[in-house]
């Protein structure tokens, strides 16, 4: 598995150090409040759990399961929801955890399904922000970790075809493996 990585972006340590920092940027943000966190599962559940755990608020989890890629290492450009939420998130406090923000199709997917319950407000949270590639250009994180160049990322949660999402640090994989 690490023999299928070109070269580590971020260290395990450096993780973990943005991520706590992150946790006390939307501690001092969201101070006297109550927001429901909302992960996109697969890819945002370490990086989630992580973020949480460094969050000192009364908060809400939940989880939704949306998809672009598949197995492919390009977005498809259709996105499909296969798990809602169960929360009831009218008049509240919305924070979208999401694993990387690429093309930002399914984030935006996500958002319009969301805004229709009637939030108090939506913002973004990523671990990163692909910043070469997007596609919805209106979209843009609240909160990140950190911007990516156009290299395909796994680890710490990001996967190519449900493989190296157990990376305790965050790679480029290399190439052949993605195109063959």
Do not use: W
């Amino acid at each position: 598995m690490h023999s299928d990585v070109g070269s580590i972006l971020f260290s395990e340590e450096q993780i973990a150090e943005a991520v706590k920092a992150l946790g006390k940027r939307i501690t001092a943000d969201h101070a006297g409040k109550s927001p429901v966190i909302i992960g996109i599962l697969k890819g945002s559940f370490i990086f989630m759990s992580d973020l949480v755990r460094n969050i000192d608020l009364d908060c809400e989890l939940d989880f939704m399961i949306a998809k672009s890629y598949g197995n492919a290492a390009v977005s498809s450009g259709k996105v499909r929801v296969l798990k809602d939420i169960d929360t009831d998130i009218a008049g509240r406090d919305v924070i979208i955890v999401e694993d990387i923000l690429d093309t930002a199709r399914t984030l935006a997917a996500v958002k319009e399904i969301l805004m229709e319950r009637n939030p108090a407000s939506i913002q973004i949270c990523t671990l990163l922000d692909k910043v070469t590639t997007k596609k919805v250009s209106d979209l843009r994180a609240d909160y990140k970790c950190f911007d990516v160049g156009d290299e395909f990322v796994v680890g710490y949660g990001l996967d190519y075809a449900e493989r190296y999402r157990n990376l305790k640090y965050i790679g480029v994989l290399k190439r052949e493996i993605y195109e063959h």
